[in-house]
């Protein structure tokens, strides 16, 4: 085994609520200069919609992460051969997104609201583009379909929903007001990166020590074929100093033993980051699949922390025993490997994404009958007949399992049967609802026991911060640290010591 430690990351969907303050937070940390107008490394996007950039999802149009040809059991870029792509899209590339894919980023006139002379019209701020700076219509947003506004036009058009029948879509629109959740996005930060395999010049790169993927900028050349690559768009293109970018999981942060900013600012709570040990030699096995066994096969790839070969591999591949004590607290493993009710977006990419969702249950759970908010024809203070019935679900596990099985219904399925056990073990313990031997016999069914069942509940409904951010100690700033003493240094450098002014005529 070649054991490889890995920052990752999980977010509760139940939890988000479409504050934007991740987002936000972000923007004004990393990308409010010049050139970065346009990029939200971190954005939420409401489900189902089109996303942003429009119809990321669209490979046919973006061609983007791997393939994988099952007769001649062979992985590819689905782009092609960076070489022959770099002589081909060197001047158009056009499976790359456009400014009109993302937005147009606008500021407005402000100064003619403080300067306008006395008048008896009332001044106006016109938008104004924020990259030709010129007077613009604004028609669309990163976030332009919050909450299912315009939901005909951008709804319908989710990639997710391009197999469903006519019907099925009907029976969506119906619903299309009471149906939707919200959908967090940062960089995945790929184990089996197809941006990284895409980039000619070798300037996008993954840490060995942690996983995380970074742009160089000295050695990117603004070929842009990193922006093709990425399935998730989450790279893009600095227009004002011709350089790559992306969400670098706030790795300074991440080094002075603080959580990332989307996360610490996180209202609801949903985010969880820790680390986790894979075997790399088994990367190639676990892309190798059909796509039914992702999932599987990606789970596979992840190691336990406590198992003693596991520990001696790592040790040999130089992972500190500091890491690995951190692996062994990661709340990662367990949303992962033990509980596993965490999956990766769209694993059908075979990218190996390192961020994995709880699918969210409130928008699973109810329908919508002669236009009643019914929970499935059942008394809504009693849940218990949705763990034996699955099949009448307020929006289809086929989209779910679209998203974050690619395609397996079973994932999902198994995955709802334990949340939904959970919620009413806790709901029987708090209130006595329910009839507990069918909640007993569903805890069962999913290998859940009472005990795990409320681990669950505690970390999802009661977590702190150290349960939540379990920070290793990054072994670039574990290096520093112990071949320089800080104080040391400061006093021998005379940095931050208190001196007398000097005086002089």
């Known amino acids: 085994m070649d054991i490889r430690a890995q920052v990752a990351m999980v977010f509760h969907l139940d939890k988000c609520i479409d504050c934007h303050t991740c987002s936000v937070s972000c923007k004004n940390l990393w990308t409010d200069r010049k050139g970065a107008e346009y990029m939200w490394w ?23 992460g791997w393939t994988y040809d099952e007769k001649k059991n062979k992985i590819k870029l689905r782009l092609g051969n960076r070489i022959k792509l770099l002589s081909t899209s060197i001047f158009y590339n056009k499976a790359m997104p456009t400014i009109h894919d993302y937005y147009e980023p606008w500021t407005y006139s402000y100064e003619n609201l403080f300067n306008a002379p006395a008048s008896n019209d009332q001044p106006i ?7 030709t700076g010129k007077p613009m219509d604004v028609n669309y947003g990163p976030n332009w379909d919050n909450d299912l506004g315009g939901s005909r036009i951008y709804a319908v058009n989710d990639v997710n929903l391009d197999e469903y029948t006519e019907e099925e879509k009907l029976v969506l629109l119906k619903l299309e007001r009471v149906v939707f ?13 197809s941006c990284v395999a895409s980039c000619p010049s070798g300037a996008i790169y993954k840490r060995g020590e942690d996983g995380i993927v970074l742009v160089s900028q000295q050695k ?3 070929w842009r074929l990193c922006i093709s690559g990425c399935p998730y768009q989450k790279v893009y293109f600095n227009w004002a100093t011709g350089k790559s970018e992306k969400c670098i999981l706030c790795y300074p942060l991440l080094e002075s033993g603080q959580a990332p900013a989307c996360f610490h600012t996180c209202v609801g709570r949903l985010r969880y980051l820790g680390l986790i040990l894979y075997d790399s030699e088994a990367i190639v096995k676990a892309i190798k699949v059909p796509n039914d066994k992702l999932v599987d096969a990606q789970l596979d790839l992840i190691k336990d922390p406590f198992d003693p070969e596991v520990i001696a591999a790592a040790k040999e591949c130089g992972i500190s025993d500091a890491m690995l004590k951190s692996a062994q607290r990661s709340p990662i493993y367990k949303f992962v490997k033990i509980w596993r009710i965490a999956l990766p977006l769209h694993p059908e990419y075979r990218t190996l994404p390192m961020l994995f969702y709880v699918p969210p249950l409130l928008p699973v759970i109810a329908t919508v009958k002669d236009k009643i908010y019914d929970l499935n024809d ?50 029987f313990k708090s ?8 909640i007993n016999k569903a805890l069962e069914d999913v290998n859940l026991s009472p005990q ?17 951010f379990v920070l290793p100690p990054l072994a670039r700033e574990v290096g520093i640290e112990s071949a320089i003493d800080p104080l040391t240094y400061r006093q021998q450098s005379g940095f931050g010591l208190r001196t007398e002014p000097q005086r002089g005529g």
């Open 181 to 193: 959740f919200y959908l967090p996005r940062i960089c995945n930060h790929c184990v089996n990166a």
């Open 452 to 468: 795990l069942a409320e681990d669950i509940y505690r970390i999802t409904a009661l977590p702190t911060y150290d349960e939540r």
């Open 220 to 222: 990117c050349r603004s």
């Open 125 to 131: 701020a016109r938008p104004i583009s924020a990259i």
């Open 42 to 64: 971190n954005n939420v996007e409401t489900r189902p919609g089109t996303g942003y950039p429009h119809r990321w999802e669209d490979q046919k149009k973006y061609k983007s």
């Open 431 to 438: 209130t006595g609802v329910g009839d507990i031997d069918v």
């Open 378 to 427: 059942v008394d809504s203070e009693n849940l218990t007949p949705l763990l034996t019935n699955l099949d009448k679900l307020r929006l289809p596990l086929k989209y779910m399992a679209s998203l974050f099985s690619a395609g397996n219904i079973e994932i999902i399925k198994q995955v709802y049967r334990k949340l939904i056990a959970v919620r009413e073990y806790m709901r």
